[in-house]
């Protein structure tokens, strides 16, 4: 039963994703200076500096998201692949739920890239979790569900 809800969840936000890109029609103009993030709350070293030059990846998820409790391993998993290609990944928890239960979900999920308490993005979006891949310069190149097959090139093309 817990795979088929997941399984729906990500549908639905496959979905949402989908009818978001069609009606944009593209990646906005934005760069990562543009995001405004919060503080770390997971104890990971972060400095929004440290992301100069660095492909990176911003996602707003929240922790009683099902899709977005389906995205943190395979985040957690991107990451230990492409550090050495100097990817970064930030996590912008989007939902109110107490320190306690964020930090158990991030635990569970091994996650060992910073986690901010709020943060805003300049680009409007309905429904989490919303990925925003920027490349070595800041640019924003593609945003939209970490579900979507496009993500997967989006992030290839970050990494060359």
């Avoid at 692949?81 to 928890?93: A, D, P, Y």
């Amino acid at each position: 039963m817990k795979t088929y809800f997941f399984g729906l969840a990500i549908v639905a936000d496959l979905l949402v994703g989908m009818a978001f890109a069609e009606e944009t029609g593209k990646t906005p103009d934005a760069t990562l200076d543009q995001f405004t993030l919060g503080e770390v709350m997971n104890g990971v070293a972060f400095q929004k500096d440290d992301l100069k030059g660095k492909p990176v990846i911003l996602e707003f998820w929240g922790a009683h998201c099902p899709p977005c409790l389906a995205s943190l391993p395979e985040l957690v998993k991107l990451q230990r692949r492409n550090e050495s290609k100097g990817l970064k990944i930030v996590g912008v928890h989007s939902q109110n739920v107490p320190d306690e239960e964020i930090l158990k979900v991030l635990e569970k999920a091994k996650v060992r890239y910073p986690i901010l308490r709020k943060g805003q993005s300049p680009i409007p979006f309905s429904g989490i979790p919303r990925v925003f891949v920027f490349d070595r310069t800041g640019k924003l190149t593609w945003q939209g569900s970490p579900h979507d097959g496009a993500f997967d090139k989006a992030v290839r093309a970050i990494l060359k």
